[in-house]
T-cell receptor, first 113, second 107 residues
Framework: GAGVSQSPSNKVTEKGKDVELRCDPI?????LYWYRQRLGQGLEFLIY????????KSGLPSDRFSAERTGESVSTLTIQRTQQEDSAVYLC???????????FGPGTRLLVL | KNEVEQSPQNLTAQEGEFITINCSYS?????LHWLQQHPGGGIVSLFM???GKKKHGRLIATINIQEKHSSLHITASHPRDSAVYIC?????????FGKGTRLSVIA
């Protein structure tokens, strides 16, 4: 089935640790997006993958953030040396083609203590 | 850079009322998205439209490309419509999001 899945659903970590978040897009979807939503704030774009093209990393807030995607499958978002301001819900979305309706995953709620 | 403004920020309505949420953007676009974020945080895409009007159940979205404005209407509102409604448009990133309109429908 289904929809976009993300794991873990919740992650609590200590400041300075690295975390890895996973997104499984809908099968056949060529485009994949990562977003961040801080508590009480709007959605912020982080990074976008389209097929085998170079990703659009323009939304990554610092070099501690990186993401990978192999082909048109799973993507991982890695945050190194986490800071308290990284606490947020990280959302992934996929679309069959760029610019079309986005299907969102349930998100990973990250808390950095 | 595309700027997205939504109004109102917060809206409380009685069950059955007709709801209108507005979205304005600054730069011409190919398509505009309306999203719904449930109280638990899940996000659902409601509409993507590039002209005219789209309808799905009690939800209607309209867009005026010349005026760079879109509206989301909810007819016969119900408490289960309570959510944050977000407008998004392409910009210098794949999507630029409005800050959302928080709707509460009271029975």
């Amino acid at each position: 089935g289904a929809g976009v899945s993300q794991s873990p659903s919740n992650k609590v970590t200590e400041k300075g640790k690295d975390v890895e978040l996973r997104c499984d897009p809908i099968s056949g979807h060529t485009a994949l997006y990562w977003y961040r939503q801080r508590l009480g704030q709007g959605l912020e774009f982080l990074i976008y993958f389209q097929g085998n093209s170079a990703p659009d990393k323009s939304g990554l807030p610092s070099d501690r953030f990186s993401a990978e995607r192999t082909g048109e499958s799973v993507s991982t978002l890695t945050i190194q040396r986490t800071q308290q301001e990284d606490s947020a819900v990280y959302l992934c979305a996929s679309t069959k083609w760029a610019g079309e309706t986005q299907y969102f995953g349930p998100g990973t709620r990250l808390l950095v203590l | 850079k595309n700027e997205v403004e939504q109004s109102p920020q917060n809206l409380t309505a009685q069950e059955g009322e007709f709801i209108t949420i507005n979205c304005s953007y600054s730069v011409g676009i190919s398509a505009l998205h309306w999203l719904q974020q449930h109280p638990g945080g899940g996000i659902v895409s409601l509409f993507m439209l590039s002209s005219g009007k789209k309808k799905h159940g009690r939800l209607i979205a309209t867009i005026n490309i010349q005026e760079k404005h879109s509206s989301l209407h909810i007819t016969a509102s119900h408490p289960r419509d309570s959510a944050v409604y977000i407008c998004a448009v392409p910009g210098n990133t794949p999507l630029v999001f409005g800050k959302g309109t928080r709707l509460s429908v009271i029975a």
